[in-house]
């Protein structure tokens, strides 16, 4: 079966980049995908990157994908404390269906 | 502004009675899905409805259960809640065929 893991939390210091990673086993997810919590909120879509892809930069966030390894990677440039959160990354499991993992809690000291 | 709302953001109830969470969209899509989020765990997909055909998860507990009158609204019925069942709901969106889903804030589940 499916099953997406990820390191459970990461702290760094506020200006410096921010590297979350995430393993997945299913080798037919089509979409992959990073979400971010904040405390008491619902997930909020980060970015995604299509599976053919291998890299994807959108304004801070570079998601750097091995499709060999299974492998999948956010980063986030210039942390600030307001980027504090849980982030999930998710694979499509079948049809329009997302599998998790338990998250990255992402703490930013100043 | 297009978005999903879930009502209430927190919901109290006692061990045994029934509770019912709702959610509804502005954004026309097809699909809802209903998933438990418990403290530092992955979100659990429960059930989705494509359109009104429902697809329950196969280890989701007969104690849930769920109804969508129309493309706005869908509901999550518990019907004798357990304090297992003290969680996050949070409800999503998609358009058909897309695994793009939209999350409303979630309601956080009590049970006393």
């Known amino acids: 079966g499916e099953d997406v893991e990820q390191s459970l939390f990461l702290s760094v210091r506020e200006g410096d980049s921010s590297v979350i990673n995430c393993t997945y086993t299913?080798?037919?997810?089509?979409?992959l995908y990073w979400y971010k919590q904040e405390p008491g909120a619902g997930l909020q879509l980060l970015t995604y990157?299509?599976?053919?892809?291998d890299m994807k930069q959108d304004q801070r966030l570079t998601v750097l994908l091995n499709k060999k390894d299974k492998h999948l990677s956010l980063r986030i440039a210039d942390t600030q404390t307001g980027d504090s959160a849980i982030y999930f990354c998710?694979?499509?499991?079948?049809?329009?269906?997302?599998?998790f993992g338990k998250g990255t809690m992402l703490l930013v000291s100043p | 502004d297009a978005m999903v709302i879930q009502n209430p953001r927190y919901q109290v109830t006692q061990f045994g009675k029934p509770v019912t969470l709702s959610c509804s969209q502005t954004?026309?899509?097809?699909?809802m899905y209903w998933y438990q989020q418990k403290s530092s765990q992955a979100p659990k997909l429960l059930f989705h409805?494509?359109?009104?055909?429902?697809?329950n998860e196969a280890d989701t507990p007969d104690n849930f259960q769920s109804r969508r009158p129309n493309t706005s609204f869908c509901f999550l019925d518990i019907r004798s809640p357990g304090l297992g069942d003290a969680a996050m709901y949070l409800c999503?969106?998609?358009?058909?065929?897309?695994?793009?889903?939209?999350f409303g804030p979630g309601t956080r589940l009590t049970v006393l």
């Open positions: 999503a969106t998609s358009t058909a065929g897309s695994s793009e889903q939209f």
């Open positions: 299913d080798s037919s997810s089509t979409y």
């Open positions: 990157i299509f599976s053919n892809m």
């Open positions: 998710a694979e499509n499991a079948g049809y329009s269906t997302l599998t």
């Open positions: 954004l026309n899509h097809n699909v």
């Open positions: 409805y494509y359109d009104k055909d429902f697809n």
